[in-house]
């Protein structure tokens, strides 16, 4: 693709978005990220999906860096969730050509409704800090492993399971889940980058300056979640999950009409 003004002018909007997105709610941005590159950028979505797995990676430094600066980050937990998510994304992408995805796909909607619904009543303890029993960390392995199969299948972003999950299961307060999921997500970033530039699918130029462009943003986006209320902030991640569903749910008819 050629580098005319009005594509720089694209890519760096999007980077602004992708990484506010990313630093308020705790999430890569590949649920916005991809669906952006796709309609304003011209990418195929196989092409979209490993330059946003790229592009992600700096976003969610800069945003882990912010929530660290105020304790908003569970180090242990974070690497728990990773070692089980990069097992998981292994074995969800092996069975992407073996399984009906579209009956997954149709079941993940469903449960991300579900959670948004449970989300839109929840008034997360800021305060609350995670005990750690063998129980809990299996778990949390568990968690990750099974984020990670998701992730493979369907390539919708950790953040938008863990994030609740951390929440809902685990009691974590809301900024310490979104830290944590932002620090989980590097390392799973980072092989699934090296996997997609072997293959070649991966547009270098387009990821960095859209994550170049996400950090300030993605900075920006953090402390705004500091200044929500917790029962606002559920609220928020509330309708992100509504809009992951939607995106799922129209994906899932447009595939069925090209068919």
Not at 91 to 107: N, P, S, Y
Not at 210 to 227: C, D, E, N, Q, T
Request: charged content about 10%; aromatic content about 8%; glycine content about 12%.
């Amino acid at each position: 693709m050629t580098w005319s003004r009005d594509r720089i002018l694209r890519l760096v909007l999007i980077g602004l978005v992708v990484g506010f997105f990313s630093g308020l709610f705790g999430v890569g941005g590949g649920i916005v990220l991809v669906p952006l590159l796709i309609s304003f950028a011209g990418f195929d979505h196989r092409q979209a999906s490993a330059t946003s797995l790229a592009a992600v990676l700096l976003t969610a430094i800069a945003g882990m860096v912010a929530y660290a600066s105020h304790g908003s980050v569970d180090l242990i937990a974070a690497l728990l969730l990773a070692a089980g998510a990069i097992f998981g994304s292994l074995l969800g992408t092996w069975l992407l050509h073996r399984i009906r995805q579209k009956v997954l796909r149709w079941i993940f909607v469903i449960f991300l409704v579900l959670v948004a619904v449970r989300m839109f009543f929840l008034v997360p303890d800021r305060s609350a800090e995670l005990s750690y029993s063998v129980l809990a960390i299996v778990a949390l392995i568990g968690l990750g492993f099974v984020t990670g199969v998701i992730s493979g299948l369907l390539g919708v972003g950790g953040g938008v399971f863990i994030v609740p999950a951390l929440m809902l299961i685990f009691g974590l307060g809301d900024l310490v889940a979104k830290g944590t999921s932002l620090l989980m997500i590097i390392p799973t970033a980072i092989t699934g980058t090296l996997a997609n530039f072997r293959r070649g699918h991966t547009d270098l130029k387009a990821s960095a300056l859209i994550g170049v462009v996400s950090i300030p943003a993605s900075i920006g986006g953090a402390a705004l979640a500091w200044a929500v209320p917790a029962a606002l902030g559920s609220i928020l991640f509330a309708i992100l999950l509504v809009y992951c569903a939607i995106q799922l749910a129209w994906g899932a008819v447009r595939d069925r009409s090209s068919e």
